[in-house]
């Protein structure tokens, strides 16, 4: 069964890096984009940017452009989202979603992790 | 950006009654293939977000056919036929036509 399995919970100071892993299991990596999407507590859904590993193509919200890096390594079949430059604002649960391209919608999802931006 | 806004925000249940969640977007969702990339989300409280309908009307595997989508352009409505207390969540709507993805603000649906 299709699966992906995030690390764990991040507790970080403002002006560090965070760098969140997502392992897929269960299909072909390389078939399916990658989106990241983030939840603030309490809040709703917020959309970060996805990842081709096939193709190698990224595509980043504007909001996030300069700050935020979405790499792969197919060999481990992991997907990273790598967040520059913390503030208080991005602590969120952050996701990562298999992107099923023929219907462009997200239809299996990560478990979240927590990163904590704090002094 | 494609604006989805949702109503309710709230939406108080008798299980067994039906439910019914609008989502309307700030533009037409048509792509220019011709499909309209309208999906609903459930997240159950503590869990991530689950795909239960796609392009509208399409159930995703395993949803129970209780859940009806429906709508086009930039009207859309889920539909639960029957509340079932497995239900209680937070519905989202997501758009896929244009990029950025955007999400409506979410429905909560409570007993």
């Known amino acids: 069964q299709v699966q992906l399995v995030q690390s764990g919970a991040e507790v970080k100071k403002p002006g560090a890096s965070v760098k969140v892993s997502c392992k897929a299991s269960?299909?072909?990596?390389?078939?399916?984009?990658i989106n990241w999407v983030r939840q603030a507590t309490g809040q709703g859904l917020e959309w970060m940017g996805w990842l081709n590993p096939k193709s190698g193509n990224t595509g980043y919200s504007q909001k996030f452009q300069g700050r935020v890096t979405m790499t792969w390594d197919t060999s481990i079949r992991t997907a990273y989202m790598e967040l520059t430059n913390l503030r208080s604002e991005d602590t969120a649960v952050y996701y990562c979603a298999r992107g099923y391209t023929t219907i462009r919608a997200c239809d299996y999802w990560g478990q979240g992790t927590l990163v904590t931006v704090s002094s | 950006d494609i604006v989805l806004t949702q109503t309710p925000l709230s939406s108080p249940v008798t299980l067994g009654q039906p439910a019914s969640i609008s989502c309307r977007s700030s533009?037409?969702?048509?792509?220019?293939?011709?499909?309209?990339?309208l999906s609903w989300l459930q997240q159950r409280p503590g869990q991530p977000p689950r795909l239960l309908i796609y392009?509208?009307?399409n159930r995703f595997s395993g949803v129970p056919d209780r859940f009806v989508g429906s709508g086009a352009g930039t009207d859309f409505t889920l539909k639960i036929s029957r509340v079932e207390p497995e239900d209680v969540g937070v519905y989202y709507c997501?758009?896929?036509?244009?990029?950025?993805?955007?999400f409506g603000g979410g429905t909560k649906v409570e007993i």
């Open positions: 392009k509208i009307s």
């Open positions: 269960g299909y072909t990596f390389t078939d399916y984009d």
């Open positions: 533009q037409s969702l048509v792509d220019s293939d011709g499909n309209t990339y």
């Open positions: 997501m758009q896929a036509t244009q990029l950025p993805l955007t």
